[in-house]
């Protein structure tokens, strides 16, 4: 069993403890008349703001302020360890006010796109490391246009041989607007060779109108729409890991606030 | 193998700045410069150099970074030929994920800012809606919390100290019903939950109070209205609802349910003190299977019903008992009715005592006084205290030359102004004798005429001591033992004037009862008050004292009990028990529980109880007299006066009431607030 | 105009003897009577070039110095790049090998200057909003008189008796060069050396020495030193050997005389280095060869300096199977087995050299020599593998790649895995955060398998980037080993960037307070050379690794690869 196996172990089976113990604490709580929903509320504001922290974290990469490595396991498990008190200290009833239900929206929103962001930062990686030159996302408008100079440099045609027409209508037809930009976000995130296999075809099918110098470069062209595919690829799957993010940390914010107020509300209005 | 797209050099590839703010305007095209954008966002790109004059000629000084000297050169005019190549910067991701950051922390204080903001309704920060009861006061925060009364306050509301019950306060504008301590546990002031739980806390501590840590112990200690009814949870919300373990959060005996653990009923009901002495075995096994019944109006069938003697009150929750004509009348009342009892004497002319020394001339001393063979020896209790006015206790039964004086003045003062004169001879504190005193006047009237023609020149004389007047006497009728009327009467025969009673539940002995048995235990009770309750409840008395005779009037408490109330005074206890008090912590109703098993329902949870140890009711050693002459149970005695019936078992009530039926909690019969609904 | 101009700094901008903390200036007359000195007056000045001529050399490159008695001069384990000739007075340097040898001598060792928590935290809002800042004025502070950086805090001895009785120590007389060994092969001091008496030292830099033996006709130099090796620091380097740790002195008196301190590839310059790695990456025939496999084992190699490749003959190529860094023994296991077995065995690997190796060779007769005379014993199982065992983790795909990418030269080596990193730029940024605002790595660089070796700064056990330097800005830190750039002397010549075969170093165009580029009378930008410094003044050391939210970036010392396979079998 590896280091980071047995690290997942632990903290699964730590965040299933602590949520049988809080539910026990909670019915202990409940027996006893001693409003359990009010401390868990004040256990979820430690829990929000400890994992908001995590950017604070971030910002204060100089200071030894221990691993982010251990600060995003500790962000990982506290945040699944959220969803149980969360469910605690509502009741599991839907809430009826309207602070209430928006902090609620904004945690579960949040939450879930925590999840997806785990689901997306552990899937991904290996897919782009498999597939492709690695690259930074920043530079890939670079590299594609480097690719579309290339591409057009083959159509247009060697030092001593005339461009082929076939090929430069393929070119204009199917080839132009993808070399233009990343490409085919969406085909990439599900995965889908759809679009590269079509290009591909549509060059493939010119092979019987050209000669063998055609040929090669037709060949020099599929080259590039790969590479171009690849690009895309990486494009898609590095953008997919910066934009889910782009959901989880401003709405935190807002959830910061909310939980704020409905903290005022709930304190000022309670019977104690 | 094609070439890689990147190339790691230093003079191809230079630092990326991720953390930036802003990325060329060009990097999306492809075509980023080295440079990049300042940190302002401004692009640093200056593709057109300032051409340097060496001798009559301009020299290109574009530096590498900008692509180095151009081939063309300046113009000759000195200027450089390149085009301003410089872009408009964009924002980098990094930048706009801050930006949108902001803009959502700025929305959501925005919103939250508006909400508490003076002009806005305070309902909106309503957490949910409350129960139907009290969807009336939604729209209106302050009718339930002190934090609504003044926005500015929510903030130090929310965490300065405050006062816990000031909300809890506002609950009781509408429920006023909760008693003096509504806070108190159970609604009840910590010293009378004590007292009433202090004989279960010490036969089976039950119901002690548990002072583990957190749990609320009735030391003082307050508990707000919301400690268990919490609000906002939507319309159909239980806010009553209390589960058994949060009924445990005090007790100290912690049980699992009803069917485990649970007191049982040991001492209900057969233990209890009813208020009228009615043995159910004695009378049902003995009496009523006796054939020689003198009841007339009920036939045997109908005795042995239960529902001959008790019916379910129209609400169907409690059991009734029939009045007394219906029921025990059939073979009581002629005990009551038919003896031969002479009355009561409240006035009388007796004999005149013996060891008085004014043996000279009696008439000359106090001149007219009707004395018959038959004159009672000792004045009758009433009449020594009228006669004596208000100075009670002090007065002695017997009658002297002095208090005959006092007797005509007083019987004259009634003649002239009626029974106010009477009302003067007794404290305000004993108007309940009042009534008796109106019903006397008129006969005092009659009496004092018929006995003492002369009354007034004697009483004349007396006062200006001349020589007494003298009088024919009285014509003397023969004395008869039983009068021929029922109330009131004058009996010439012996001089009195008495009272029989005329039936059951006679208003005149109920007064004198009613009046008499509270002041019975207190220090300053007077004599002539003891010797008249002594009268009145001698089970075996006559009627008048140190007579004996199977006299009505002591009857009373023969079959009444008298009990005394929380304020420690005695009463008697005319009617059958209602269940009022206890039933405010225990709910029960009949009605659903009979129609399971509608044939022998009664007997199912009241078993008679055939022992005949019980059924000796009236032994005389279950009786004493105390110290106050009352006739008592005696309290040594395991189970003295009892109705004859066994206790409810629980184990018979759980055999409905459990787990599977899922009615064994303890809201199920018990109420919370016991002064509340 | 988005340009600030000034001079172009150049080498000997500042001379050696007004660097940090010394301001004597050395006057023609100084160097007059230096070159008339035993150490110079053998060499002819007509062998240099015309650009860097001697007397220059003498100005720019030497500075003179006193020490007080018990003055601490170098210390042992510290990475010195300058070399010392005693004009007058007498050092003594300390001759115990222990790990707690001289342990009073180094206590008031300087510590690396670290910023505090608030210091720290404070670059949050110290850091320049602009890219790239520098202060124009302190360089040409630098470049004018005085200034006094950092001030050299100097240790002493207070009772040298009591250390000379203490501890075995050797005296020195005027007229002896040391510390040149640990300058020229870019090793740490072997040894702690101190003033005896008030003495008058001679410092000069590496690069003045380097020049100086290069040009030297005579030689004299040159063979001088290496006959100095054999004298000094050969014994101390032979007793790191385990086997050789306990001889007395008098066998290793005998044993000295029969060992060759060899050098393979080229010494002095980074040149092989950056072609190897080039295009003919992976190819080991074009490596230096040293021992080939399977031949009679007639040597033990002991390796002072440079990294050697241990491969195996598979079919028509060669297996990597290991390599074999500074104070690493190849052949003696052979050696020992026909020592012990009677039957001689070949080598089990081909050794070549990496670039470059400097290594001492001892034949192997007279290791038999000394077993059979019982001066050492056979250490039966703890002898020392030659070749590494077979790594579970680390498969022959990565230690091809990493030793033909010269990647097990790095003790900080920046290593990423792909299969893990999310790609999110937070080391970066984080790097920039602890830098005022600028990275210093760049997160790409050569693949293999799911590992990046980043384009980061690998500290290497042998920093060529440092060869070429003209003014010594490029150094090593001297606690720890660490190459750092001085910003206040680098004149951007960018030699380093170019020399450096990890593409670590980067050349970037320096900015004023308000952001305008720099530019010399010219117009042309000033630049400076940059790369990771690993934080080192900095509480929390490397930011990047720290700052990793995945476990993917790792720095590592692949001088073994124990931490690399611990790192890739999590």
Same mark, same amino acid.
Not at chain 1, 32 to 36: G, K, M, T, Y
Not at chain 1, 76 to 80: A, D, E, P, R, S
Not at chain 2, 428 to 438: A, K, N, T, V
């Given at each position: 069993?590896?280091?980071?196996?047995?690290?997942r172990?632990?903290?699964?089976?730590?965040?299933?403890?602590?949520?049988l113990?809080?539910t026990a604490?909670?019915?202990?709580?409940?027996d006893?008349?001693?409003?359990?929903r009010?401390?868990l509320?004040?256990v979820?504001?430690v829990?929000v703001?400890?994992?908001?922290?995590?950017?604070?974290?971030?910002q204060l990469a100089?200071?030894?302020l221990g691993?982010s490595?251990?600060?995003?396991q500790?962000h990982?498990?506290?945040?699944?360890l959220s969803?149980p008190v969360?469910?605690?200290?509502?009741?599991?009833r839907?809430?009826g006010?309207?602070?209430?239900?928006?902090t609620?929206?904004l945690?579960?929103t949040?939450?879930?796109?925590?999840?997806?962001g785990?689901?997306l930062?552990?899937m991904i990686?290996?897919?782009?490391t498999?597939?492709g030159?690695?690259?930074?996302?920043?530079?890939?408008?670079?590299?594609?246009r480097?690719?579309?100079?290339?591409?057009e440099?083959?159509?247009?045609?060697?030092?001593?041989?005339?461009?082929?027409?076939?090929?430069?209508?393929v070119?204009?037809?199917?080839?132009?607007s993808?070399?233009?930009?990343?490409?085919n976000?969406?085909?990439?995130?599900?995965?889908s060779?759809?679009?590269?296999?079509?290009?591909l075809n549509a060059?493939?099918?010119?092979r019987?109108?050209?000669?063998?110098?055609h040929?090669?470069?037709?060949?020099?062209?599929?080259?590039c729409?790969r590479?171009?595919?690849?690009?895309?690829?990486q494009y898609?799957m590095?953008?997919?890991l910066?934009?889910?993010l782009?959901?989880h940390?401003?709405l935190?914010w807002?959830?910061?606030?909310?939980t704020c107020s409905h903290?005022?509300t709930?304190?000022?209005f309670?019977?104690? | 193998m094609?070439d890689?797209?990147q190339q790691?050099?230093?003079k191809?590839?230079?630092?990326?700045?991720?953390?930036?703010?802003?990325?060329?305007g060009r990097?999306?095209?492809?075509?980023?410069c080295r440079l990049?954008?300042?940190?302002?966002g401004?692009?640093?790109v200056r593709?057109?150099?300032?051409?340097?004059?060496?001798?009559?000629?301009?020299r290109?000084t574009?530096?590498?970074?900008?692509?180095g000297k151009?081939?063309d050169g300046?113009n000759?005019d000195g200027?450089?030929?390149?085009a301003?190549?410089?872009?408009?910067p964009?924002?980098?991701l990094?930048k706009r994920?801050?930006?949108a950051?902001?803009?959502?922390?700025?929305?959501?204080?925005?919103?939250c800012?508006?909400?508490?903001s003076?002009s806005?309704p305070?309902?909106l920060?309503?957490?949910?809606?409350?129960?139907?009861?009290?969807?009336?006061?939604?729209?209106?925060c302050?009718?339930?919390h002190?934090?609504g009364e003044?926005?500015?306050?929510?903030?130090?509301?929310?965490?300065?100290?405050?006062?816990?019950l000031?909300?809890?306060?506002?609950?009781?504008?509408?429920?006023?019903?909760i008693g003096?301590?509504?806070?108190?546990?159970h609604s009840?002031a910590?010293?009378?939950?004590a007292?009433?739980t202090?004989?279960?806390?010490?036969?089976s501590?039950?119901?002690?109070v548990?002072?583990k840590?957190?749990?609320y112990?009735?030391?003082?200690?307050q508990?707000?209205?919301?400690t268990?009814?919490?609000e906002?949870?939507?319309r159909?919300?239980?806010?009553?609802?209390l589960?058994d373990?949060?009924?445990?959060?005090?007790?100290k005996?912690?049980?699992?349910?009803?069917?485990?653990?649970?007191?049982?009923?040991?001492n209900?009901?057969h233990?209890?003190?009813?208020n009228?002495?009615?043995d159910h075995a004695r009378?049902?096994?003995?009496?009523?299977?006796a054939?020689?019944l003198p009841?007339?109006?009920?036939?045997?069938?109908?005795?042995t019903?239960c529902?001959?003697?008790?019916?379910?009150?129209?609400?169907?929750?409690m059991?009734?008992?029939?009045?007394?004509?219906?029921t025990?009348a059939?073979?009581?009342?002629?005990q009551i009715?038919?003896?031969?009892f002479?009355?009561?004497?409240f006035?009388?002319?007796?004999q005149?005592?013996?060891d008085?020394?004014?043996?000279?001339?009696?008439v000359?001393v106090y001149?007219?006084?009707p004395v018959?063979?038959?004159s009672?020896r000792?004045?009758p209790?009433?009449m020594?205290?009228?006669?004596?006015?208000?100075?009670?206790?002090?007065g002695?039964?017997s009658?002297?030359p002095?208090?005959?004086w006092?007797?005509?003045?007083?019987l004259?003062r009634?003649?002239?102004?009626?029974?106010v004169?009477?009302a003067?001879?007794?404290p305000?504190?004993?108007?309940?004798?009042?009534?008796?005193?109106?019903e006397?006047?008129?006969?005092?009237?009659t009496v004092?005429?018929?006995?003492?023609?002369?009354?007034?020149d004697e009483?004349?004389?007396?006062?200006?001591?001349?020589?007494?007047p003298n009088?024919?006497d009285?014509a003397t009728p023969e004395?008869?033992?039983?009068p021929p009327?029922r109330?009131?009467?004058i009996?010439?025969g012996?001089?009195t004037?008495r009272y029989?009673?005329v039936a059951?539940?006679?208003?005149?002995?109920?007064?004198?009862?009613?009046?008499?048995v509270?002041?019975?235990g207190?220090?300053?009770?007077?004599?002539?008050?003891?010797?008249l309750f002594?009268?009145l409840?001698?089970?075996s008395?006559?009627?008048?004292i140190?007579r004996?005779?199977?006299l009505?009037?002591?009857?009373?408490?023969?079959?009444?009990?008298?009990?005394?109330?929380r304020?420690?005074t005695?009463r008697?206890?005319?009617?059958?028990?209602?269940l009022?008090?206890?039933f405010?912590?225990?709910?029960?109703?009949?009605d659903?529980h009979?129609q399971?098993?509608?044939a022998?329902?009664?007997?199912t949870c009241?078993?008679i109880l055939?022992?005949?140890?019980q059924?000796?009711?009236?032994?005389?050693?279950?009786?004493?007299?105390?110290?106050?002459?009352?006739?008592?149970?005696?309290?040594?005695t395991?189970?003295p006066?009892t109705?004859?019936?066994?206790?409810?078992k629980r184990s018979?009530?759980?055999s409905?009431?459990n787990?599977?039926?899922?009615?064994h909690?303890?809201?199920?019969?018990?109420?919370?607030?016991?002064?509340?609904? | 105009m988005?340009?600030s101009?000034m001079d172009r700094?150049?080498?000997w901008d500042?001379?050696?003897s007004?660097? $940090?903390?010394?301001?004597?200036?050395?006057?023609?007359?100084?160097?007059d009577s230096?070159?008339?000195?035993?150490a110079?007056?053998?060499?002819d000045?007509a062998?240099?070039k015309?650009?860097?001529?001697l007397?220059?050399i003498?100005?720019n490159?030497?500075r003179?110095?006193?020490?007080?008695?018990g003055?601490v001069?170098?210390?042992?384990?510290?990475w010195?790049?300058s070399?010392?000739f005693?004009?007058?007075?007498?050092v003594r340097?300390?001759?115990d090998?222990?790990?707690?040898?001289s342990?009073?001598?180094?206590?008031?060792?300087q510590?690396k200057p670290?910023k505090?928590f608030?210091r720290?935290?404070a670059?949050?809002?110290q850091?320049?909003h602009h890219?790239?800042?520098?202060n124009p004025?302190?360089?040409q502070s630098?470049?004018g008189n005085l200034?006094?950086?950092g001030?050299?805090?100097?240790?002493?001895?207070?009772?040298?008796?009591?250390?000379?009785?203490q501890?075995?120590?050797?005296?020195?007389?005027?007229?002896?060069w040391?510390g040149?060994l640990?300058a020229?092969?870019?090793t740490?001091?072997?040894? #702690?050396?101190?003033?005896?008496e008030?003495?008058?030292?001679?410092?000069?830099?590496w690069?003045?020495?380097?020049?100086i033996?290069r040009?030297d006709?005579?030689?004299?130099?040159k063979k001088?030193i290496?006959?100095?090796?054999?004298e000094?620091?050969?014994a101390?380097l032979?007793r790191?050997?385990?086997?050789?740790?306990d001889i007395?002195?008098?066998?290793?008196?005998?044993?000295?005389?029969?060992?060759r301190?060899e050098t393979?590839?080229e010494?002095? #310059?980074?040149k092989?280095?950056?072609?190897l790695?080039g295009?003919?990456a992976?190819?080991?025939?074009n490596e230096p060869?040293?021992?080939?496999q399977?031949?009679y084992?007639?040597?033990?190699?002991?390796?002072?300096?440079?990294v050697?490749r241990l491969?195996?003959?598979?079919?028509?190529g060669r297996h990597?199977?290991?390599?074999l860094?500074p104070?690493?023994v190849?052949?003696l296991?052979?050696v020992?087995?026909?020592?012990r077995s009677g039957?001689?065995?070949?080598y089990e690997?081909?050794?070549?050299?990496i670039?470059?190796l400097n290594?001492?060779?001892?034949?192997a007769s007279?290791?038999e020599?000394?077993?059979r005379s019982g001066?050492?014993?056979d250490?039966?199982?703890s002898?020392?593998?030659?070749v590494?065992? #077979?790594h579970?983790?680390?498969?022959?795909?990565?230690l091809?790649?990493l030793?033909?990418?010269?990647?097990v030269?790095?003790t900080?080596?920046?290593?990423i895995?792909m299969?893990?990193?999310?790609?999110c730029?937070?080391c970066?940024?984080?790097?920039?955060t602890?830098?005022?605002?600028n990275?210093r790595?760049i997160?790409?660089?050569?693949?293999?398998?799911?590992?990046?070796?980043a384009?980061a700064?690998?500290?290497c056990l042998?920093?060529?980037?440092?060869?070429?330097c003209?003014?010594?800005a490029?150094h090593?830190e001297?606690?720890?080993?660490?190459?750092?750039?001085?910003?206040?002397t680098?004149?951007g010549?960018?030699?380093c960037?170019s020399?450096?075969?990890?593409d670590a170093?980067?050349?970037?165009?320096?900015r004023n307070?308000?952001? $305008?580029i720099?530019?010399d009378?010219?117009?042309?930008?000033?630049l400076?050379? #940059?790369k990771?410094?690993?934080?080192?003044?900095?509480?929390?050391g490397?930011?990047c690794?720290?700052?990793?939210?995945h476990?993917?970036?790792?720095r590592i010392d692949?001088q073994?690869?124990?931490?690399?396979?611990g790192?890739?079998a999590?």
């Open positions: 069993m590896t280091h980071f196996v047995r690290r172990i632990t903290g699964l089976t730590l965040v299933v403890v602590l949520s113990l809080l604490a909670t019915r202990l709580m409940e006893n008349l001693l409003r359990p009010t401390w509320g004040w979820l504001v829990i703001l400890f994992l908001a922290s995590y950017r604070l974290r971030k100089m200071l030894p691993a490595a251990a600060w995003l500790c990982i498990y506290v945040g699944l969803a969360f469910l605690l200290h509502t009741g599991a839907w809430p006010g309207g602070i209430e239900v928006v609620a929206v945690f579960l949040v939450f879930c796109t925590g999840i997806l785990l689901f930062t552990r990686p290996p897919r782009l498999d597939r030159e690695e690259v930074i996302r920043e530079r890939i408008p670079v590299f594609i480097i690719l579309r100079e290339e591409a440099a083959s159509v247009a045609g060697a030092k001593n041989a005339a461009p082929s027409e076939v090929l430069s209508d070119y204009l037809n199917h080839l132009h993808f070399f233009q930009r990343p490409k976000f969406v085909s990439h995130v599900f995965h060779t759809k679009p590269r296999t079509a290009l060059l493939d099918d010119t019987r109108f050209l000669n063998t110098q040929e090669q470069t037709m060949e020099q062209l599929a080259a729409v590479r171009k595919d690849d690009l895309d690829y898609a590095q953008s997919l910066k934009y889910w782009f959901l940390v401003p935190t807002g959830l910061v606030v909310f903290v005022v709930a304190m000022a309670t019977s104690r | 094609t890689p797209l790691f050099d230093w191809s590839s230079s630092y990326e700045r991720p953390g930036d703010a802003w990325v060329c990097a999306c095209a492809g075509a980023p990049g954008p300042s940190a302002d401004e692009c640093s593709s057109q150099c300032t051409p340097e004059k060496i001798g009559d000629r301009y290109c574009r530096s590498v970074l900008y692509g151009c081939a300046p000759p200027t450089c030929c390149q301003d190549e410089s872009c408009q964009a924002m980098s990094m994920r801050k930006i950051g902001v803009i959502c922390a700025s929305i959501s204080l925005a919103v800012l508006i909400l508490f003076d806005t305070l309902t920060v309503s957490p949910g809606k409350v129960t139907s009861a009290h969807a009336a006061l939604e729209a209106n302050t009718a339930c002190v934090a003044a926005h500015s306050g929510l903030l130090s509301n929310a965490f300065l100290s405050r006062n816990s000031a909300d809890s306060e506002k609950c009781l504008k509408c429920h006023q019903d003096d301590a509504p806070w108190a546990p009840v910590g010293h009378l939950l007292e009433s202090a004989n279960a806390a010490v036969s501590n039950s119901f002690g548990s002072g840590p957190g749990g112990v009735h030391s003082g200690q508990l707000a209205c919301a268990c009814h919490q906002h949870h939507g159909s919300f239980d806010l009553a609802e589960s373990q949060q009924c445990q959060t005090c007790h005996t912690q049980f699992d349910d009803f069917a485990h653990g649970h007191p049982e009923f040991e209900f009901p233990e209890t003190r009813p009228i002495y009615f009378h049902i096994n003995a009496y009523f299977a054939v020689d009841s007339q109006t009920l036939d045997k069938d109908s005795l019903a529902s001959t003697c008790h019916q379910q009150d129209a609400a169907g929750g059991m009734l008992t029939a009045d007394f004509q219906h025990c059939g073979c009581h009342e002629s009715v038919d003896l031969p002479p009355g009561v004497p006035f009388a002319v007796t005149v005592a013996e008085s020394d004014t043996e000279q001339d009696e000359s001149g007219q006084w018959t063979e038959s009672l000792q004045m209790p009433v020594s205290l009228l006669v004596h006015g208000d100075t009670a206790g002090i002695s039964l009658m002297t002095e208090l005959i006092q007797c005509k003045e007083l004259l009634v003649r002239n102004v009626g029974e004169a009477l003067e001879r007794v305000e504190s004993h108007s309940l004798l009042h009534g008796i005193l109106c006397l006047a008129p006969l005092l009237i004092s005429s018929s006995w003492f023609p002369g009354l007034r009483l004349a004389a007396h006062t200006a001591e001349q020589p007494l009088f024919p009285v004395h008869q033992a039983m009327v109330g009131w009467y009996s010439d012996d001089r004037i029989r009673p059951h539940a006679d208003p005149v002995l109920r007064r004198l009862l009613d009046y008499l509270p002041r019975i207190q220090e300053s009770v007077s004599t002539e008050l003891v010797e002594t009268a409840s001698n089970p008395g006559s009627g008048e140190h004996s005779g199977p009505a009037t002591g009857r009373c408490l023969s079959c009444h009990t008298t009990s005394t109330d304020d420690g005695l008697v206890n005319w009617n059958t028990k209602v009022g008090d206890y405010a912590f225990t709910r029960f109703r009949h659903p009979t399971i098993d509608v022998n329902s009664c007997l009241h078993q055939n022992d005949q140890q059924l000796d009711f009236y032994r005389p050693e279950y009786f004493r007299r105390d110290d106050l002459g009352l006739w008592q149970p005696q309290p040594e395991s189970c006066l109705s004859g019936l066994g206790p409810v018979h009530c759980a409905c009431h787990e599977s039926t899922a009615s909690g303890c809201l199920e019969c018990h109420n919370y607030h016991v002064h509340g609904p | 988005n340009q101009s700094p150049r080498r500042m001379p050696f007004q660097e $940090a903390g010394h301001d004597s200036v050395l006057t023609d007359a100084d160097i230096l070159l008339a000195n035993d110079f007056s053998r060499i000045p062998g240099f015309r650009s860097v001529p007397r220059e003498l100005r490159d030497v003179i110095v006193d020490f007080e008695q003055d001069i170098v210390r042992q384990g510290d010195g790049s070399a010392f005693v004009l007058s007075g007498a340097v300390e001759l090998r222990g790990d707690d040898a342990s009073d001598l180094i206590q008031g060792r510590k670290r505090t608030f720290s935290l670059q949050l809002w850091n320049n890219a790239e800042f520098r004025d302190a360089k630098v470049s200034r006094s950086v001030g050299v805090t100097r240790v002493y001895i207070s009772d040298v008796s009591a250390v000379i009785e501890h075995k120590t050797a005296r020195m007389d005027a007229g002896h040391f040149e640990a020229l092969g870019r740490p001091r072997v040894a #702690t050396v101190f003033a005896d008030t003495s008058t030292l001679l410092e000069i830099r690069q003045g020495l380097r020049d033996l040009f006709r005579d030689q004299g130099l001088y290496e006959d100095v090796f054999r000094r620091a050969m101390s032979l790191t050997e385990r086997l050789f740790a007395s002195d008098q066998e290793m008196a005998d044993l000295m005389p029969h060992c301190l393979f590839g010494y002095d #310059t980074a092989p280095f950056r072609e790695s295009e003919n992976g190819s080991v025939k060869l040293i021992a080939e399977g031949d084992p007639n040597a033990v190699f002991l390796i002072r300096s440079g050697a491969s195996q003959k598979h079919h028509a990597t199977v290991g390599y860094n104070g690493r190849f052949g296991r052979e020992l087995q026909g020592f039957r001689s065995t070949g690997a081909r050794l070549s050299a670039g470059y290594a001492v060779v001892i034949p007279i290791v020599d000394l077993l001066a050492i014993s250490p039966e199982d002898c020392r593998p030659a590494h065992a #077979t579970d983790a680390v498969d022959e795909n990565l091809n790649f030793v033909d990418g010269k990647y030269q790095g900080e080596t920046m290593v895995d299969d893990r990193c999310t790609r730029d937070d970066v940024r984080a790097c920039a602890t830098h005022d605002n990275p790595f997160r790409h660089g050569p693949v293999s398998g799911r590992h990046m070796v384009n700064c690998m500290h042998d920093p060529v980037c440092m060869i070429e003209p003014t010594g490029i090593r001297t606690l720890g080993g660490l190459v750092l750039i001085n910003d206040q680098c004149i010549c960018a030699q960037a020399n450096c075969p990890f170093i980067r050349m970037v165009e320096t307070a308000s952001g $305008a720099l530019v009378s010219k117009n042309a930008p000033i400076e050379a #940059t990771c410094d690993l934080c080192h003044d900095q509480p929390g490397p930011a690794q720290r700052a990793c939210p476990d993917a970036l790792e692949l073994s690869l124990s931490e690399l396979e790192v890739i999590r």
